[in-house]
């Protein structure tokens, strides 16, 4: 008898075996994916595609050293923001500035003072230490800036989700009320040798918070 | 005085009991078959006299014998054996099993008959050796591969789902035009019964036949040809499935009681690409396709959110092994009041997927009493059942992206995968008949039958979301009422030297009625208990009414010559309200014919063949369809729309009615489907009834299949139905049976059919004009009904290949215009190349070409039993051999749209040849989520797969405890086993299981895997 | 005893069973008589006046529907399951004033004229709807007229009158959108109908509206101002006349039509203050034709079936971020006066400002400077609903014909025919209303120009200006996808949907579609 039942187990645990040969496992990241060696300039260098118009602007401003301020945190804008942004400010393509060089001295004066709005001088903003109440800082153009999280939903349970990061800057002059205009962080907390970097949305954010 | 008679009594007693002794003695002895057990009922008769005796419970008979008697012993089912009997014998009569199962008594339409003088093409099937072994949700599973030219298919893994039955090939359009059914007849006991819901009143998806418990059924009748079937009319064109349940048998009250329990393990699953593999592949598709400026999902791109670094394996969640229990117990009797039969039945078999699972409760009387000395015979059944399937609430999908956290991952803890809610289907029948058979004279039988049947569908579903809780409330009710009325006389007198004859006349008059209340709500709490409610304040209710009747006048002679040579006719008429007026009653005439050859002197000694019949017949049955009302022109008041707003329905308050677009307007000759078959048979049983062969050739030529035809968008009608195609289906089918006994313990019956058939197209309206169906993808991906390719044959585009290069893209010589794509697309490097048939430039309907045929040519199934002293063994497998089939589940999982990025997991790449770069010789075009038409298209000849498997569909190992053990125990009959189901598929078809496919040839697994289980049973009998 | 008495009885029993079959013969006539319960067959459809009234309703819920979208429930070869609002795509999404900030691929290829490429726009394409309420208007036609028990005569006149305007209006709108038309006036006509010029469809809609106008009151007593004037008046059928003559290029019947209206009194323009009512609820005199939404009689619309889910964003519905949006340079450029000193009240009326930088689940505020935020991220916001962040119960109704549309169209018909002193005079009503200077420069070409720009600010977002611009032939001068001369092969209207070409050999489609997707 009980010959015969163990055969029967054997046949039902040798056929049955549920192979997971299906799930081709690709693993985790590693936790030091965050940490570029090198400084934000040279980070925002080795991503072209993402960031070319964005260092030939640092540049000519010659602001790479604010950029490369140590212990400073910078929103890096992407190539798609100050694409949207040309478009606006020289709307009829014929007296466009065909190359970036060619932007009137006005213009890139203020196009240098949007750059240090993406600047935190002298702290360090990492999500670790933010949470979804406002906190504030100041840029270094001295405008107020705001960072907060907000929680998406997971599988239908409201704000157990996923948290991003929002960077808002106040464009309003100081004794006017408050206007924050937002942009949400794509890719947080690349830490490189000067500071940390955080890489903006592209399509719905303008360059200088339009 | 009382000395006196006593005295005198005393004494003749010493006289008689001498001569007794020398001249007869009374003796007793016992009846067992060969395995020793007792023989019931068995008959021990004195040749040439009218000395008989029959054998009680134990088998044990007492008989008055004298010297040089001739006894005879037989019983139903054995050899009979002779014997003379000596004085000295210990008489213990061994009885040998009769394998010829010639005079078997075989159910047939409204009667029954000796398998000698069968002349239609019919097979019998014991269930009992099935449901020994085996445990599923409904019969139709267990007979999958056991009868030749029944093609059954489970398409989907979830328990209580519909398996697909077709005899002898198909015979209906089965793509958008369910309206004609080419499901079999189902009759129990004498009575059809519901099989099936037509969509307008289905309020459950359950298999509406899986209510009737298999361990109930005795045999099960298929009546395949037109002779055995035409007696059924207007419903039987498709085949008629005879069930008949199991009855007490005389002697000692069988009491069965069978439990068994299963473990459901988890087969092979879809492919998915897991953590970084996931991300690759997403990067790679936004790098090599994405437009300027359209960047990726932040899950994909920040990298260092903690909540999205996971590599979840959704399906090893979503899916683990469930229990399954069955448990039956059964008390039948018979005796000369008549026979009684009580049965019950609880099935609880847990789905693998989480939180689906189907159970069933049945309970089956049956009682028969024998009045006025067999003059008058009384049958009452009266059967409830109940099946519970539960299922998700909302649509559960089983692959979420695996960067998501598991519901086990701490990040998430407390949060719920299933929306809140629930989604119970449950349906409850009840069936009543009584039928009283009055034999007025000795051969002229009266029988009137009466039978009610009530199945009730409900469903509740509730589900809730989270954010906004709204909660969707739905309860519907769906309630079918059948009454069935039906008198048959029936003539049976023998004459002369061999001559019998049968003659039956009958009428039944039907009425079929269906009802549906659906009352959904849109509120934030459930409202609505599980009785429905009519409507509150914010709900909405719907409801329909449909009813068809049926009359019929039927009758059947059959007359038979000394059981050699046989001749039957049988002709039906039958009214339906289904039909228009101009055409309302329906003939179905049909004759048949058989000759016994092996009677004839010419094959007297061929003692190797002890049977042989040749049998034809030609008759004429038909197939009706659901809606009730469709000759009659319906107008539609409207349908609420998926908000439960009236938009469809008033305006401005004031409602009224439309036509229905859908069926076009009244059409008076609409009428129902006939199918001319042809069947010439024959019955073979070879070696002493070791070797049985039976062989059917047949042609079923189905004309005015029911086709919707489109109508032009200025008509503002859709369709409008005809009687359009005309269907031929050819096939043999062949079915062997050998049960070899080498030594007194070792015994080997095989079982082995096979059945070829081929379908074709051979007549359509307009001058056989091609019939496109419009599908819901398009006009360019309709079916095609073309005359000379099969039914659902495969009119896809052809494929050459990838176009590698710009200057592949041929540019039309005259107007410089290049290729048009599928669906008006711009044709680009990495695109399909379709072969431009009739080089109009331009890629469309009328460049497709047959590219395969999904209906099946061979299929069949194979059964060997083992038996070894108290083991047996016992395989059952079934194939299928040339099938054209598509891998749509993994075309539709390679088919991104812009936002693919992180709605579900991925396929994994490595395992398909992907066009990426032009060079690379792929399979798969490229896979552009932001082309303009997706390259993925299921019409693509190139996806075209062979669909044949063999399965190994369950394996059984028992063991039959033997008599001289059971002293000690209160049982006479203890059998235990251990059965592994859906064992082991051989296939070349790159889906997980060629099976889980639809008539139409397309992947319809859905997710829903065939699980396998394991079975541990035992079964006593007191 | 026992045998004779059997045959006896024998024979009583045969009798009485040969009976019951009799019994069951007989029944057999009426047995297989089955008719349906809760709905009717075509026979009994149109047997007395509530039959009638609700045909003519069921036409108009057809329309209503036609306008919406085809779905997958109307032919199952289209693309979607649910309805966006075409009556957006038809009549405004082409005119180049607008974007898709989440550049949504599909309205991009909408703006971009590539409707045959891409496969989603596939069932704007389709006119099917429109032709099932033309059929439904035929079968009223021919058979309401044979119904009497329970019908006040004038009544039937009004309905049969009222079908004959729904019918004409079919298919004026379908001309608008393919130019080229097929046109049935017969039920039940399954025959493969070919396309009617654009001038002929506009000739019979005039004609038909002629035959229709004598019956037709300009309010229905039994119902409310909002429901009559979401059913066929003869306000309604002047106004579809007088467009229709427009097409035409007969100024001065337009022009006479429109003065009926106008000598009528029925109408006047609603104040800024009551815009609330007009577009959100569609009770104001200035209502002259308008299809009926009303969440009180359940007739409303959730996520599918109206534009207003693509027009708003949260606090109203549930969308985070803008689908459909005029940029603010172009607001600036269609409201010179507002750019200019902010003075045009339309402004604030129409468009909105959202604080983004709030959450998504809560309500998010409105700020009060309407341009205050972005290029691209005003929200137009003409037609609004609760704030409930959800997309339930959307129910502002479909406008066709508004007073001031009427005004401004007899201005632009006075202008052409040099009566410029009257034409001032309608355009200056309109721009009063909107608070905005009177035109006072009596000269044709300038005039013309400005009654154009007019109806561009008085009209953004209602469904007009494409017909507008397509009627002048001037489209490519709006739209930078559609050149000159594409315009001129039919680029301004609509392709034919493949599935009109299914069993229809005499359909051919629009010459600049058959060369471009």
């Known amino acids: 008898m009980k010959l015969f039942l163990s055969l029967c187990c054997c046949i039902g645990i040798l056929l049955s075996g549920c192979d997971d040969a299906y799930y081709n496992d690709g693993g985790l990241l590693d936790n030091q994916i965050g940490v570029y060696e090198g400084t934000t300039m040279s980070y925002l260098e080795s991503q072209p595609a993402l960031f070319d118009t964005l260092t030939t602007l640092i540049k000519l401003n010659n602001m790479e050293e604010e950029v490369n301020r140590k212990g400073s945190t910078f929103f890096a804008p992407q190539n798609y923001s100050i694409y949207n942004y040309l478009l606006l400010k020289y709307p009829d393509p014929e007296n466009r500035p065909k190359t970036l060089e060619a932007i009137p001295a006005g213009d890139m004066a203020e196009m240098a003072g949007y750059i240090s709005d993406y600047i935190i001088p002298n702290e360090q903003i990492v999500r670790s230490d933010l949470s979804t109440v406002y906190s504030y800082s100041t840029t270094l153009s001295d405008k107020k800036a705001r960072f907060n999280l907000v929680r998406e939903d997971y599988l239908g349970n409201i704000n157990m989700g996923a948290a991003y990061m929002i960077y808002s800057v106040n464009l309003n002059p100081p004794a006017t009320p408050e206007f924050y205009s937002p942009a949400k962080v794509v890719v947080t907390d690349v830490a490189t040798t000067t500071g940390t970097v955080h890489v903006l949305i592209s399509d719905t954010h303008i360059f200088g918070f339009n | ?356 699972g189907f159970k069933r409760y049945s309970t089956m009387t049956n009682t028969t009493f024998n009045a006025l000395n067999n003059a008058l015979v009384i049958n009452n059944t009266l059967a409830l059942s109940r099946t519970d399937q539960t299922r998700n609430p909302g649509n559960l999908s089983t692959n979420f992206s695996s960067l998501m956290p598991l519901p086990t991952n701490p990040m998430v803890a407390g949060t719920e995968v299933y929306g809140l809610g629930k989604n119970a289907n449950v349906n409850d029948r009840i069936r009543f008949s009584s039928d009283v058979s009055w034999k007025i004279v000795n051969d002229l039988m009266y029988k009137v039958s009466l039978s009610l049947e009530y199945t009730r569908a409900m469903r509740d579903a509730f589900s809730q979301s989270r954010r906004t809780l709204w909660g969707t409330n739905e309860s519907g009710v769906g309630e079918n009422r059948n009454l069935l009325f039906q008198n048959t006389l029936n003539y049976t007198p023998r004459f002369g030297d061999g001559h019998s004859l049968s003659i039956l006349v009958g009428q039944s008059a039907e009425k079929m009625e269906s009802k549906v209340t659906n009352v959904s709500s849109v509120a934030s709490a459930p409202l609505l208990s599980t009785s429905v409610k009519w409507p509150g304040e914010n709900d909405i209710g719907t409801s329909n009414y449909g009813a068809n009747t049926l009359l019929s006048y039927f009758s059947r002679v059959d007359y038979s010559f000394q059981q050699k040579y046989l001749l039957g006719a049988s002709i039906r008429t039958d009214g339906s309200s289904k039909f228009g007026q101009a055409n309302r009653w329906g003939l179905f005439p049909s004759v048949s014919a058989g000759w016994n050859f092996n009677k004839e002197s010419l094959f007297a000694d061929w003692e190797w063949l002890n049977n042989g019949k040749i049998r034809g017949s030609y008759g004429l049955s038909g197939t009706t369809w659901d809606e009730n009302y469709l000759a009659l022109g319906l107008m539609d008041g409207g349908s609420l729309d998926r908000y439960q707003s009236l938009l469809e329905i008033t305006y401005g308050g004031i409602g009224g009615f439309t036509p229905t677009w859908y069926n076009g307007f009244k059409n008076e000759d609409l009428t129902w489907v006939k199918s001319q078959m042809g069947n010439i048979g024959l019955d073979l049983s070879l070696f002493n009834n070791k070797v049985e062969v039976v062989v059917d050739v047949y042609e079923k030529l189905t004309k005015g299949l029911l086709l919707t035809t489109a109508l032009p968008t200025t008509s503002g009608y859709n369709e409008v139905y005809r009687n359009a195609a005309d269907v031929l289906n050819r096939g043999v089918e062949f079915t062997l049976n050998t049960n070899l006994k080498s030594t007194r313990d070792f015994s080997w019956n095989m079982g082995l059919n096979f059945a070829y058939n081929k379908n074709r197209v051979v007549a359509l309206p307009d001058g056989n004009a091609d019939i496109i169906k419009i599908s819901t993808s398009g006009q360019d991906f309709g079916s095609i009904v073309r005359s000379g390719a099969p039914l659902n044959g495969f009119f896809f585009y052809e494929s050459q290949g990838i176009y590698q290069s710009e200057h592949e893209i041929p540019v039309d010589a005259k107007t410089g215009r290049r290729l048009v794509g599928l669906q008006n697309k711009k044709l680009a490097v990495g695109d399909r190349n379709f072969k431009d048939q009739n080089d109009d430039f331009i890629i469309d309907v009328d460049d497709r070409v047959l590219a395969g045929d999904p209906n099946p040519k061979w299929t069949g199934g194979w059964t060997n039993d083992f038996y070894y002293k108290g083991f047996s063994v016992n395989l059952v497998s079934t194939f299928v051999i040339g099938r054209d089939i598509v891998n749509t589940e993994l075309l539709d999982r390679l088919r991104f749209g812009k936002d693919f990025a992180g709605t579900s997991s991925m396929p994994d790449f490595d395992r398909y040849s992907i066009w990426e770069k032009s060079g690379d010789q792929a399979r798969y075009p490229t896979l552009n989520p932001w082309n303009d038409a997706s390259q993925i298209v299921n019409y693509d000849s190139e996806y075209v797969e062979d669909g044949s498997y063999f399965k190994i569909k369950s394996a059984t190992l028992a063991y039959t405890v033997p008599k001289l053990l059971l002293k000690r125990i209160p049982f006479d009959r203890v059998r235990v086993y251990c059965t592994v189901d859906n064992l082991v598929t051989f296939q070349n078809y790159s889906g997980p299981d060629a099976e889980l496919v639809t008539p139409d040839g397309f992947d319809n697994s859905g997710g829903y895997p065939m699980r396998r289980m394991v079975l541990f049973g035992l079964s006593l009998g007191l | 005893m026992y045998t004779n008495s059997n045959t006896g009885m024998k024979n009583n029993i045969l009798l009485a069973a040969l009976a019951v079959l009799i019994l069951t013969l007989s029944s057999c006539k009426d047995w297989l008589d089955e008719l349906p319960i809760n709905t009717v067959t075509e026979d009994q459809a149109w047997q007395n006046a509530s039959d009638a009234e609700g045909a003519v309703a069921a036409a108009f819920s057809i329309f209503r529907r036609g306008l919406s979208g085809l779905t997958k429930d109307d032919t199952p070869s289209t693309t979607r399951a649910g309805s966006w609002g075409d009556y957006y795509f038809w009549g405004d999404a082409r005119s180049g004033d607008w974007i898709t900030p989440n550049n949504d691929g599909d309205w991009q290829a909408g703006f971009e004229n590539r409707l045959i490429a891409r496969t989603q726009l596939e069932p704007m394409t389709n006119w099917r709807l429109f032709y099932r309420a033309i059929e439904q208007c035929n079968l009223v036609l021919e058979r309401v007229p044979e119904i009497n028990d329970g019908f006040a005569e004038n009544r039937k006149a009004e309905l049969l009158a009222e079908t004959r305007f729904l019918r004409a209006m079919s298919h004026f709108y379908a001309a608008r959108i393919w130019g080229d038309v097929p046109v049935n006036l017969q039920a039940r006509n399954v025959e493969p109908l070919g396309r009617e010029p654009l001038n002929e469809v506009m000739k019979m809609v005039a004609d038909e509206v002629e035959i229709a106008l004598p019956d037709l009151p300009w309010e229905y007593e039994d119902m409310t101002r909002k429901l009559s004037m979401s059913r066929g008046t003869k306000g309604a059928a002047l106004a579809l006349q007088a467009h229709a003559y427009m097409w035409l290029n007969e100024y001065e019947l337009a022009s006479d039509k429109l003065q009926l209206i106008i000598g009528s009194e029925k109408f006047d323009l609603a104040p800024i203050s009551e815009f609330r009512n007009l577009f959100d609820k569609g009770e104001s005199n200035e209502v002259v034709f308008q299809l009926y939404y009303d969440n009180q009689f359940g007739e409303f619309s959730d996520y599918y079936g109206h534009i207003l889910t693509y027009y708003l964003t949260n606090p109203y519905t549930d969308r985070s971020n803008l689908s459909l949006a005029v940029p603010k340079s172009k607001i600036l450029e269609i409201f010179p006066d507002y750019a200019r000193d902010g003075s045009d009240k339309r402004v604030a009326e129409f468009f909105q400002s959202i604080d983004f930088s709030g959450s998504a689940s809560e309500l998010r505020p409105i700020f009060d400077d309407p341009l205050q935020n972005g290029e691209r991220q005003i929200m137009f916001a003409k037609f609004r609903k609760v704030k409930d962040r959800s997309y339930n119960r959307m129910d502002s109704p479909v406008p066709i014909f508004r007073y001031a549309d009427l005004l401004l169209l007899k201005a632009e018909a006075d202008a052409r025919l040099n009566r410029l002193g009257d034409a001032i005079t309608y355009l200056n009503l309109v721009r009063e209303r909107a608070d905005i200077p009177r035109f006072t420069r009596e000269d044709q070409p300038l005039l013309i120009e400005e009654i154009l720009a007019e109806r561009r600010r008085e009209l953004i977002g209602e469904y007009h200006r494409v017909y507008d611009l397509v009627r002048l032939g001037r489209l490519h001068e709006f739209n930078p996808f559609v050149s000159e001369q594409a315009e001129k092969d039919g680029a301004g209207f609509f392709p034919v949907s493949d599935e009109a070409f299914a069993n229809n050999p005499n359909m051919e489609q629009t010459y600049y579609w058959q060369f471009n997707q």
Do not use: H
């Open chain 2, 1 to 356: 005085m009382k000395a006196i008679v006593k005295g005198i009594y005393f004494l003749f007693w010493m006289m008689t009991i001498p001569v007794l002794l020398m001249a007869q003695g009374v003796k007793s002895g016992k009846v067992v078959d060969q395995q020793g057990n007792a023989i019931v009922g068995a008959t021990i008769k004195v040749k040439g006299t009218t000395r008989s005796a029959k054998t009680d419970d134990a088998g044990v008979f007492t008989l008055m014998l004298q010297q040089g008697d001739v006894i005879v012993t037989s019983s139903v089912g054995f050899k009979a054996t002779e014997r003379v009997y000596a004085a000295t014998d210990r008489l213990l009569i061994e009885l040998e099993e009769n394998q010829s199962r010639i005079d078997d008594v075989v159910v047939v339409g409204y009667g029954s008959q000796t398998r000698k003088e069968l002349t239609g093409a019919v097979s019998t099937l014991k269930m009992e050796e099935i449901t020994e072994n085996q445990v599923a949700e409904s019969f139709e599973s267990m007979m999958q591969g056991r009868v030749a030219g029944v093609n059954i298919q489970l398409n989907s893994g979830e328990p209580g789902a519909t398996p697909n039955v077709i005899i002898r090939g198909l015979a209906a359009v089965s793509r958008d035009d369910g309206s004609a059914i080419s499901e079999p007849l189902y009759v129990v006991d004498g009575v059809p019964i519901i099989s099936r819901t037509s969509d307008e009143f289905a309020v459950t998806s359950t298999n509406v036949l899986a209510d009737l418990n298999p361990s109930d059924i005795e045999e099960v009748t298929v009546l395949k040809d037109a002779y055995a079937a035409a007696i059924y009319g207007s419903r039987a064109a498709n085949g008629v499935i005879l069930i008949t349940t199991k009855k007490g048998k005389r002697g000692k009250p069988q009491i069965n009681i069978n439990s068994r329990t299963g473990i459901n393990f988890v087969p092979r699953l879809l492919d998915v690409a897991g953590g970084q593999k996931e991300r690759e592949q997403v990067a790679r598709l936004y790098e090599l396709y994405a437009p300027y400026g359209v960047a990726m999902p932040s899950m994909y791109t920040d990298v260092t959110n903690p909540f999205y670094n996971n590599s979840s394996d959704w399906q090893d969640y979503l899916y683990n092994t469930a229990v399954t229990q069955d448990y039956n117990a059964s008390v039948r009797g018979a005796g000369d009041f008549g026979q009684y039969s009580v049965s019950l039945g609880y099935l609880d078999s847990e789905g693998i997927l989480f939180n689906t």
